[in-house]
């Protein structure tokens, strides 16, 4: 049974940063995309970043990019989210995901077309998620 379990959230001044861990079980980590996402409060789920797999690069959504950093420790079976230069407008409950197939991109088809977009709608297994709060 695959599980993800993610930690590192808390209450953080604009500016901090914080480090997101996700701890993947019940599966060969280092074969499938791992991804994060993000919700606000009365806003939809939103991909950040994925990696497809343990030798993949990485792939980050807009309002991931420059700020943020995915990586994996496959010897661990840790997925990390780094965070940079927050702002109050990253508050959100921080989610890590993986989809239920291996070696496939972690990407889906974008309508406006180009590499791709980090879909919630492709993503199989779910963590229970990650309060990250910045303050002002």
């Known amino acids: 049974q695959v599980r993800l379990v993610e930690s590192g959230g808390g209450l953080v001044q604009a500016g901090g940063s914080l480090r997101l861990s996700c701890v993947a079980s019940?599966?060969?980590?280092?074969?499938?995309?791992m991804a994060w996402f993000r919700q606000a409060p009365a806003k939809e789920r939103g991909g950040l970043s994925c990696?497809?797999?343990?030798?993949?690069?990485?792939y980050y959504e807009d309002s991931g990019k420059g700020r943020f950093t995915i990586s994996r420790d496959s010897a661990k079976n840790i997925v990390y989210l780094d965070m940079n230069s927050l702002k109050p407008e990253d508050t959100a409950v921080y989610y890590c995901?993986?989809?239920?197939?291996?070696?496939?991109?972690?990407?889906?088809?974008?309508?406006?077309?180009?590499?791709?977009?980090?879909?919630?709608?492709?993503?199989?297994?779910w963590g229970q998620g990650t309060q990250v709060t910045v303050s002002s």
């Open positions: 019940g599966l060969t980590f280092r074969r499938y995309a």
């Open positions: 995901a993986t989809r239920g197939t291996p070696f496939i991109s972690c990407l889906s088809p974008s309508p406006s077309g180009g590499v791709g977009t980090i879909a919630r709608r492709s993503y199989d297994y």
């Open positions: 990696m497809p797999t343990a030798s993949g690069g990485a």
